[in-house]
């Protein structure tokens, strides 16, 4: 009995190890540009898809986050670089607009700063 409580328990450390320190694939999306504008949409589930944005330089951009998740952990979306601590209400789309104007590589995290995105601007 207690070899299979220790397995057991040996078994949830490496998954806990591997889900928050684990390589995971990335989805990677680049925004469609129209009329000299450019827009994602990014799906709240569970964290967030895609988790890769990649945006073009000096093209006016707006991300749109929309929570299907009723975690409160995902009821918030912060992208510090930016000064965005955005509300994200449930089953509703939530606009967010992004300063394209410099280059770089940008990261974006819930509230509890458990789930994260990154924002490529080139």
Request: hydrophobic letters at 40%; a neutral charge; glycine letters at 10%.
């Amino acid at each position: 009995m207690r070899i299979s409580v220790a397995i057991i328990g040996l078994i949830l450390i490496g998954f806990i190890v591997w889900w928050f320190f684990g390589k995971h694939d990335v989805q990677t999306e680049q925004a469609t540009i129209a009329s000299a504008k450019q827009k994602i949409n990014i799906e709240v589930k569970g964290g967030y898809s895609p988790e890769k944005i990649i945006l073009q330089q000096g093209v006016p951009a707006t991300l749109n986050f929309t929570r299907s998740d009723s975690s409160s952990c995902l009821d918030h979306v912060i992208f510090p670089d930016f000064g965005i601590n955005q509300e994200l209400p449930q089953g509703k789309a939530e606009q967010i607009k992004i300063d394209t104007s410099k280059p770089g590589e940008y990261s974006w995290q819930c509230g509890m700063n458990m789930f994260h995105g990154t924002l490529i601007v080139k």
